[in-house]
């Protein structure tokens, strides 16, 4: 069983700053993807930042310059740091992974954390 917990949600005012974080844990036999994406309300769920397959990195352009995804392969755990922080970025943000289980290391499957509420203030 995997799980995907995130922390480091919250309020803040605008222009402030976040850092999400996001493990996996369990029976992970290799991770292919790893990212944040977010819901805001009465929108779709829309992709933030995202580690794909190879290392290489995607992000949202309304967030390039303003947010920063890394990771600790050694952990399994990614974080987004997130700067100068708007209104608009006030959305419920859910850690996402491609991953294989040692139970199935032919089948790629998707996990999603259970989201973390981060809101900006103006």
């Known amino acids: 069983q995997v799980q995907l917990v995130e922390s480091g949600g919250g309020l803040v005012q605008a222009g402030g700053s976040l850092r999400l974080s996001c493990a996996a844990s369990?029976?992970?036999?290799?991770?292919?993807?790893m990212g944040w994406y977010r819901q805001a309300p009465g929108k779709q769920r829309e992709l933030v930042a995202v580690f794909n397959s190879g290392g290489s990195t995607n992000y949202a352009d309304s967030v390039k310059g303003r947010f920063t995804i890394s990771r600790d392969n050694a952990k399994n755990t990614v974080y987004l740091q997130m700067n100068s922080l708007k209104p608009e970025d006030t959305a419920v943000y859910y850690c996402?992974?491609?991953?294989?289980?040692?139970?199935?290391?032919?089948?790629?499957?998707?996990?999603w954390g259970q989201g973390t509420q981060v809101t900006v203030s103006s």
């Open positions: 369990g029976s992970i036999f290799s991770i292919n993807a």
């Open positions: 996402n992974a491609n991953l294989k289980t040692t139970a199935a290391p032919w089948v790629m499957r998707i996990y």
